[in-house]
């Protein structure tokens, strides 16, 4: 038993290094091969590379004969072909199939529009609107955020604008040329011009009396916003304090930082001063009351406030009756609104 033991053995080994041999001539002749080609230098072919990856696989002392290349290099190119052969494999099996083009749109939508939802929270409004979907899903679809989120600027503006109240002055001339300050005040949250006064003489004590009377008690602004004329001075920005309201300067020349007062003196003068001449100041003030108070707070509507006026209008549809129209400031401007 022992001897034939020991044929055994004996027989793996010339075996075996017979099968050495053998692989060594193989590996020798194939660079041999690889030098005769006609090159400036040496060529390497994906067969070559091939060969070299088999026989790193089935001959343990396959480094032993290499020369063309370091054996590091071998077990790159192994690597590199393992690569292209799982990327062909996932190319027959496709993985999950896809949602509905409608659901990867909504998630989209919730995630652009409320930046500062995470994964979790988008997931669980969906499952209250009927879809069952993993977080998972929602993470590949939804709208990458910087971190942190914020929220946009319009909507920073938006929660402030109900505080924000901005005023300004601008001069009308009379047929006689008499100079007259008219002084409006608007509310940023709906556009509305909460007041408006006349005046030849705009001094600091008329001015923080017209923002008395235009905020009762408990109803005044956080914030002011005016420009840098004499009437604003630190004595009147200490009386707006006595108030609890805040004073807002813009920079000097800088009319663009009050936009919404500055484009309401351009549309006093477009849509009514410019058509009229003025004869007095009881005609300016009646002729200011007629176009703020009946057109241009309760009529006139505003594309930022929903194409609505600051006073909002109903929708007057027509079954409500007949169209007719109501003339404003002599037929400078029409009401339209539908009677039974």
Wanted: net charge positive; with cysteine; proline share 6%.
């Amino acid at each position: 038993m022992r001897f034939t033991k020991l044929i055994i053995i004996a027989f793996f080994k010339i075996f075996s290094c017979k099968a050495d041999l053998i692989a060594e001539n193989i590996s020798l002749r194939q660079q041999l091969a690889i030098y005769k080609r006609k090159h400036k230098r040496i060529q390497i072919k994906n067969s070559d590379r091939l060969f070299w990856i088999l026989m790193s696989k089935i001959w343990a002392k396959w480094k032993s004969a290499l020369i063309i290349v370091k054996p590091e290099t071998v077990v790159r190119w192994h690597k590199n072909l393992f690569k292209i052969f799982w990327r062909l494999k996932s190319r027959k099996k496709p993985g999950r199939p896809k949602i509905d083009a409608e659901l990867r749109q909504l998630i989209r939508k919730m995630s652009q529009e409320n930046p500062t939802w995470g994964v979790p929270h988008i997931k669980s409004e969906l499952t209250l609107l009927g879809y069952n979907i993993a977080e998972s899903t929602v993470a590949k679809y939804m709208v990458k955020h910087p971190k942190p989120p914020s929220q946009t600027w319009r909507t920073f503006l938006k929660n402030h604008a109900a505080d924000i109240v901005a005023c300004d002055f601008f001069t009308i001339y009379t047929v006689t040329f008499r100079v007259y300050y008219v002084f409006i005040m608007l509310r940023h949250s709906d556009r509305m011009i909460v007041h408006f006064n006349i005046t030849q003489n705009p001094t600091l004590e008329w001015t923080f009396q017209q923002i008395r009377e235009a905020f009762p008690f408990g109803t005044t602004p956080r914030y002011l916003f005016h420009d840098n004329g004499s009437v604003f001075s630190s004595r009147f920005r200490n009386k707006l304090k006595s108030l609890g309201i805040e004073s807002v300067k813009t920079a000097y020349r800088s009319p663009w930082q009050s936009p919404y007062v500055e484009r309401v003196n351009g549309t006093l003068r477009r849509e009514c001063l410019d058509h009229i001449i003025i004869l007095n100041e009881q005609h300016l003030r009646r002729i200011l009351e007629e176009f703020i108070e009946t057109y241009y707070n309760q009529v006139r509507p505003h594309l930022s406030i929903n194409r609505n006026a600051p006073i909002p209008r109903e929708i007057d549809p027509p079954s409500n009756g007949k169209l007719v129209s109501i003339p404003i400031l002599g037929g400078l401007h029409n009401r339209y609104r539908r009677v039974a």
